[in-house]
């Protein structure tokens, strides 16, 4: 039994000549020549290695074989138009699958309310996040373990396909009593007097600090690394030094904790994060669909 012979074709031809009991019938609904039909029955007898009708003038009925055959082709049948229907809506965009990376400052920011607007649109899309560095992000997305990043300008990302998602601030977070919160605004080169709080080396908003700090020749006063923009203003707040976040990140916890919001004069304190794809032509439609939701006309999509 050669089962590899046989097609969906022949499955449904043999469908269509069972419930008309003609091969002449079945042939016209399946849009073939009853000489086509005829082989393609025969071949699929061959396949099985019994026969599957009796043929006779009126025309033909199943044999014992063919009427398991007939119930396992209609199931088949059925099961592959179920798939169909499944596999139209990933086509279609409203159903499927987005593995999204992006950096804490997007994700504190911005990315949670987009992503709670987006899936309340397509409930049945499933986005997957993880929080990564900018730098892990745009390697994520060249080794295609993420489908969209968002990241931090600067970051070096010459071989993706990047779009302007928003604008943050960065500002100084400091203890209520700490002199800085006597300036409504203050220069980055002011700041590098006191001892600082700040995240990992490896992050966007540490090297950006960095990299300014290093453009002035001043040294950066790092005292304290963290994991988040919440142990950043815990360690503020215990008055054991200050830090540069996000304001939209540092708002709430400034608030709860009774810390001061300094405004950065630096052009470079306003900077873009970006959404960044390997390639935009070989998006899925779900992926494409989330890309122009987080970048509205700027998006290829729009």
């Known amino acids: 039994m050669n089962l590899a012979r046989v097609d969906l074709v022949t499955l449904a031809l043999f469908v269509a000549v069972a419930r008309h009991g003609s091969i002449s019938a079945g042939a016209r609904q399946s849009h073939l020549a009853v000489a086509a039909a005829s082989k393609r029955i025969s071949d699929l007898e061959a396949a099985v290695g019994t026969p599957l009708l009796y043929r006779q003038a009126t025309g033909v009925e199943l044999t014992e074989a063919g009427r398991t055959c007939f119930s396992h082709a209609v199931g088949i049948l059925e099961d592959v138009e179920r798939m169909a229907g499944v596999l139209s809506d990933y086509a279609s965009g409203t159903r499927g699958q987005v593995r999204i990376w992006a950096n804490t400052s997007a994700i504190t920011q911005f990315l949670a309310d987009d992503l709670a607007a987006f899936l309340q649109q397509h409930p049945t899309i499933r986005v997957e996040i993880e929080e990564q560095n900018s730098n892990d992000i745009v390697s994520a997305l060249m080794e295609n373990r993420a489908d969209i990043g968002i990241f931090a300008d600067r970051t070096p990302s010459s071989m ?41 080396r490896n992050t966007s908003l540490a090297a950006r600090l960095l990299e300014e700090s ?79 939701h987080l970048c509205g006309p700027h998006s290829p999509f729009a």
């Open 214 to 292: 290093s453009r002035i020749e001043k040294p950066f006063p790092l005292r304290i690394q963290v994991r988040s923009f919440d142990a950043m203003c815990r360690m503020v707040r215990a008055g054991l030094a200050v830090g540069i976040l996000p304001r939209i990140a540092a708002e709430p916890h400034a608030q709860a904790m009774q810390l001061r919001i300094i405004p950065l004069r630096d052009a470079w304190a306003r900077r873009m994060l970006q959404v960044g794809v390997r390639d935009a032509n070989a998006l899925t439609v779900s992926s494409r669909m989330l890309v122009t």
């Open 160 to 200: 993706l396909t990047t779009l302007p998602y928003r604008e943050d601030e960065l500002v100084v977070v400091a203890p209520s009593e700490h002199p800085l919160t006597a300036f409504d605004a203050v220069d980055f080169v002011d700041t590098l007097a006191y001892d600082f709080v700040g995240l990992s």
